[in-house]
């Protein structure tokens, strides 16, 4: 990067910090509560933080830990740490101090910058790597930690653009470590290329320009938000921190920032759709609405859509930098009614532009399984957005790329128009009487109920089928389904085997990123007998 | 490309094809008169030209010369040639015998597809290297040269996808002769990884999508079409050709196909404005026009604007895969009358997302000039989309390339907020004693005045001032202004010794590409005299 080849420069997204602040200088790149930074601002603590980071010996190859939420020092790491050389670990903060001390300890991260929200999961005395710590104080100003404020911080560095350490396109950017269900979480590696071609990948897909408005409900923590931490910037369109994800506050930035995009897990489009005010939301523009993570339940999407949003459904996991497949409109689609439309709309799809590769095989085998809707098999992935690796774990890394693709591990069929639709996780079918059933496919069933807010649908072991269905459920607020209701209602939709046998109302357990964590429910029901699949 | 790596995939534009069959099978292609073809027809079209070139020997490293108007069979080139490995020579359907022959033999085709209106432009006695001619018959059956027809050559290959020979992104895809006002055209050099690349940055600029319907005015030889060749099939968008460039085709197929995205140089506006029935048309969709080739006149923005089209002012060359730099919209200009937007919009401005790189320098020191809108120096560019070099011509590389950087050879100005405004190509500067005069500057002016249609500015020997200005006119049809009117006219918005001395009306001589020549405009006046610059 520092010496100039006339044909050749190295894809990385910190180039994209560098475009828009000189194209951009006066434009709103950042508004947070009350704070509002232009492109040059944001620059500005960009090379301060980069300046500051340089000045306690931090450089190539080294990595550097932050524990906030969306809030504008996770955007400004996002430039400052790889622009130096080193590699960001941005933790998830819904994690346990415990988790917390092993991302960082085994990220051998040597700075950690740390919300003072959540200090308390910062165990120095477990930490003896990190050799200085630096706190956030975005809400409070309460600082348990040695070492400096954040702002105090950025003082300490020069707002010059410091030369950038990159020289190459396969240069480690960032270890995002998985929520992992079960084991310990892995650091899934990318480099400065896969999250160039990831973000302009997003920006095509989402339709972000320049005169956009991004409200970040999806955490940072999270793939690096999708690599929309880098994709908004790219464009030089605007982002909309947002501390904690609640109903009011994100129906009000919506309105009070003209927000034009926003990506958000299923659960967010529930806590959307089911907003006491719903029914009144009337969006000015429209807004795009980016979701993956799980599939969501048709009678969600087209909830959402009544308010003026378009939701676009993608799926993707942490080893491809988030989403890789799309599915992607079609124009024969147009004649389908509102309720067919959700239905193709909650596939999972066909590759992005810039992805490419995608396949459902047999995971032995390797070979395509049929393009019926059918056949089962498991997504597998390649190309530029898959993960180097897990960081210091050549083991599973080498398991995960059996075959020359990345396994997702999520079950799913091929439809004969070539999109994909995931039946399940691997752990997660339920095999009834030597049948197959999709719990992902009971619970969408189960999302048309009128009473229903939530399920989860797990196997849980009967002595005639081997496992047999139950779905826990969370009933929308006053209302008070029976089981036989739901039981019924499930019937008339689908074959009688994949109907729950049995129901249990209640919250359900989830992972910090708000997926369900099905595993939970099934470890309770299994405790002391031992499960096949 | 054919042993797969997990995490690393070349980057090439022959894999949007790919994705495209697969996503949009049923989607209309391309359109072109009575002929329509779906994504599916497409692609078994380009496989069976792969198959057939491959039958005749074509493979790794060869060269493939087309020389055809927007027809389909170029778009199929596109694809079917660098597919196999070989590099595409399009050729410009406007240049003399001569020059074709030049080109086809220094280019080392070892085939040439020609449509039957140009086969007079093939000499085969002067091309030696040639083993095959390939004849479209588009618009009439005529044939004569030895060889097949392109529909029955198209049967004599496979419709099944051949294995594709792409090892490395930066394996030579095409060659593009540049129009060289002077001396012999020479050959640049296009990789894969540049024109995927820069196909990327075009569709993001453009904001091109699958519901997108693109009109080919813009030749498809000329920098391969601005890399829109690949952008269109990228998105899944329709191409719709265009054989020859007339205004009442244009507004025809506008209207009856949709169109929402064309590319064109001045000259297409110029056209467009002045159309008869210019004032009557009302585009249905917006219309995105992206021009580049030499600054529109502000008053020609004005016009086709008002027709409902939105034009985006880039500006590119050959070296760099064509357009680079795109007058990126400021909100700040909402403010501005219609007037000043149009004189924002002339400007070249600023990089793309995609291409970065771009300064203004003194072309010796290497010095980049102040920011201040005044001080003249080179446009000088470089990164992923410079061209790798002119083909078997590292003299002229090494000269283009001096000091790190592509020499683009026009002379700009870059005003305070980072927006390049070219002055003049270096040769075109009028030079009159003493003082720079950019010619554009005063050809925009005088563009301004309501009975010009089109105007070339050049410098005339003076016995006092060295050279003084001299304009060649074209009036608006039925208009017959007096010399003393522009003079006068140019007097009232200009530095006095920036008017012009001379007029002269008449016809303009231009390139194949339609930019004015001035170099033979000047020639003729300069006969017998020596110009320093």
Known sequence: ???????????????????????????????????????????????????????????????VAFICPNIPPMLEAHYAVPMIGAALVSVNIRLASGEVSYIVDHSDAKLVVVDSEFASLVQTNELSKVENYVTVCDVDDTRTLEGMEYEEFLQTGSPEAPDFDIDSEDQLLAINYTSGTTGRPKGVMYHHRGAYLNAIGEVLESGLTASSSYL???PMFHCNGWCFTWGVTAVGATHVCLRAVVADDIFRLIDQEDVTHLCAAPTVLIMMSTWPKASEVKMKRTLNIMTAGAPPAPTIISNVEAMGANITHTYGLTEVYGPHSVCAWQPTWEKLSKEEKAIVKSRQGVP?????????????????????????GEIVMRGNNVMTGYYKDTESTAEAFAGGWFHSGDLAVMHPDGYVQIMDRKKDIIISGGENISTVEVENVIYGHPDVQEVAVVPVPDDKWGEVVKAFIVPKAGKNPLPEDIINFTKERLA???????????????????KIQKFKLREKEWEGKKRIN
Chains 1, 2 share one sequence.
């Open 496 to 514: 009688r085997f994949k109907a729950p046998k049995y129901i249990e109302f209640g919250e359900l357990p989830k992972t910090a990123t708000g």
């Open 216 to 218: 970040w409900t999806l």
């Open 352 to 376: 992005f532009v810039l992805t490419h590769y995608m396949d459902v095989v047999n995971p032995v085998t390797m070979e395509p399984v049929a393009r019926d809707g059918q056949a089962m």
């Open 1 to 63: 990067m520092n010496e100039p080849n006339v044909s050749y420069d190295v894809l990385s997204p910190v180039k994209f910090l560098t475009r828009s602040a000189f194209v951009y200088p006066d434009k709103l790149a950042v508004v947070h509560g009350e704070k509002r930074y232009t492109y040059k601002e944001f620059a500005e603590r960009i090379y301060r933080l980069a300046n500051a980071l340089k000045n306690k010996g931090i450089g190539k190859g080294d990595k």
